[in-house]
Structures are given as structure tokens and as C-alpha cells.
């Protein structure tokens, strides 16, 4: 007789400031990932909206904000815009591996200059290079780092401008981090690339979805998601597209949104690494 898979015990984390709207608090439940079945865990848990933390699962769940939305890009369909294509042309010489979940020095110099310019004083800012190397290494469950070099005049691989921390799922990829270099400045929009990358390798690979982790309405650094055509948001009844009309009147808002900022709105999913490397405590 074959035993039966146990069913994971969820946990609850304690009410904390919330990183992406002000004044506000987030809770997360979350479960491990661990054993045989941990890759199985992982897929059907990420179908109703968790996202992977090394070997956690976690989702929101907060008392009285659903601000959060899991979001994905069917990558199938997906139709750049004239700015994605000029992106996508600008950073078509870069050379992408997919390399195992192993840290080193070179990705870990990449993120500090990142976080630095990009999320000063953030959560993760303080990381360490063993807190990075538990980031991509501590995994039960399928995960590579997707490099983006620059090509030496050789043709061979040069520089590292980005990198991606990614799961593959039986239905897709989930974008867990990316970072990359943000002061290149013959390479603006990198972080949109990465994404636009992982849509284009996601089709050819029979894969149907690239899973962006939440979109927050309402917090200017996650609405870079909304730019990505066709859509899919998780709500109570499933997975449903948004419509064009709507999702023209959200890329409308960004637009009047960056002229306000006079910033760039781009990068790679931030939401994978909730409140910084903090450790999830079982109990």
C-alpha cells in the first residue's frame, strides 16, 4: 500500500510594518519545503499564489488588505510593446546561461552595487555573502541563477550585467529575484529585459506561464508588472486575465505615475526575498 502524502502544516508570522504601502502591516502564512515531495508542494502551492523563500512557501495574510495580487505573464501569447522590442534589440547580444544554484563572488558584488543604488536601506541591504549564498542555495525544489553577460571581443562570455534566481515549475517559471547592474548606462531597462528573457525562453520551452510574484496597487516600484501583456492576476474564483481596457487605463496611470517620479520604473521580481533574508521560524 502506498503511504499517503502527509498534508504540510502552515504557520503564521507575526504582524510586521509592510514593505510596499506605508502604514500599513503584512502577515504571511507559510509552510516548509522539504522531502520527496517538496517539488510537488511547490507546484501546487504556486498555482494558488505562494511564492518560495530557500526552503519556505509563503503568501500574504493580512488582516484587512488583499493588496497583494500573484500575477502572471502568458508567455504563449505574449506581444511586445515597441518599447519591449527596442529593449529586447538594444540586449540582444547579451549571453544568458542557466547555471546551478551555486553563489559566488561576482553575483554577490553585482547585488550590493544594486541594492545600493537601487533599494538603499532596504531589507536586504545588510546582506552578507553567506546570506546570499542561502538565498540560492538553501532549495528543495528545481532552481537555477540565469546569468547575463556581456560578450569579450572574442565571443566569449565577458562581464556579468544580471542574474535572475529562478524555479521552474511544471507550468512555468517563477521569477524568485533578479538583480543587475544599474548604473550601465547603454543598458537601461535590464531589469524588464530579464523578464522579457524568461517570457520568450518560457515559450520556447512549451511552458505556458512566467509567474512576476505580487503586484501591489498602489506601490510605485511593483507597477512595472502591469507592462506586460497578456496578464493574469489570482482572485477568489482563479486565475482571470485582465482586459485590455483595463490594463491600458493601469499602463496609463505608470505613464502619468514615471513623468511624476521622473524615475524609471523596471526591475526583476523583489517580492521573493520577503522582509529582506529574514529566517522563517517554525513553531
Not at 32 to 45: Q, R
Not at 149 to 159: K, L, S, Y
Not at 210 to 221: E, I, K, N, Q, T
Request: net charge positive.
Amino acid at each position: 500500500m502506498t503511504a499517503p502524502v502527509r498534508f504540510p502544516r502552515f504557520f503564521v508570522t507575526s504582524p510586521a510594518p509592510c514593505p510596499y504601502l506605508p502604514g500599513r502591516t503584512e502577515r504571511k502564512v507559510f509552510t516548509e519545503l522539504k522531502g520527496p515531495h517538496a517539488e510537488e508542494l511547490n507546484d501546487a502551492l504556486g498555482r494558488i499564489g505562494f511564492r518560495r523563500s530557500q526552503t519556505v512557501a509563503y503568501r500574504p495574510s493580512c488582516f484587512d488588505c488583499r493588496a497583494c495580487v500573484s500575477v502572471r505573464v502568458v508567455a504563449g501569447e505574449f506581444a511586445p510593446s515597441a518599447g519591449q522590442k527596442r529593449l529586447l534589440k538594444r540586449n540582444s547580444d547579451l549571453i544568458v546561461s542557466e547555471c546551478r544554484p551555486w553563489a559566488t563572488a561576482e553575483q554577490f558584488a553585482l547585488l550590493q552595487l544594486y541594492l545600493a543604488r537601487r533599494h538603499p536601506g532596504g531589507g536586504m541591504a545588510s546582506m552578507d555573502e553567506i546570506d546570499y549564498a542561502d538565498m540560492v542555495e538553501h532549495t528543495a525544489v528545481a532552481s537555477h541563477l540565469v546569468e547575463y553577460r556581456e560578450p569579450r571581443p572574442d565571443g566569449e562570455p565577458g562581464r556579468l550585467v544580471g542574474a535572475c534566481l529562478t524555479d521552474r515549475h511544471a507550468d512555468g517559471f517563477s521569477m524568485i529575484y533578479s538583480f543587475y547592474d544599474p548604473d550601465h548606462a547603454g543598458r537601461a531597462g535590464l531589469g524588464n529585459y530579464i523578464i522579457l528573457d524568461h517570457i520568450r525562453r518560457a515559450a520556447e520551452s512549451g511552458l505556458p506561464y512566467v509567474f512576476l510574484g505580487y503586484w501591489v496597487h498602489g506601490s510605485a516600484r511593483m507597477q512595472y508588472k502591469i507592462r506586460f501583456r497578456p496578464l493574469e492576476r489570482l482572485g477568489p474564483h482563479g486565475w482571470q486575465r485582465f482586459s485590455p481596457a483595463e490594463q491600458d487605463a493601469l499602463i496609463a496611470t505608470v505613464g502619468a505615475d514615471r513623468r511624476e517620479d521622473a524615475g524609471p520604473v523596471e526591475g526583476g521580481s523583489k517580492d521573493g526575498a520577503p522582509g529582506g533574508h529574514r529566517q522563517y521560524k517554525l513553531g
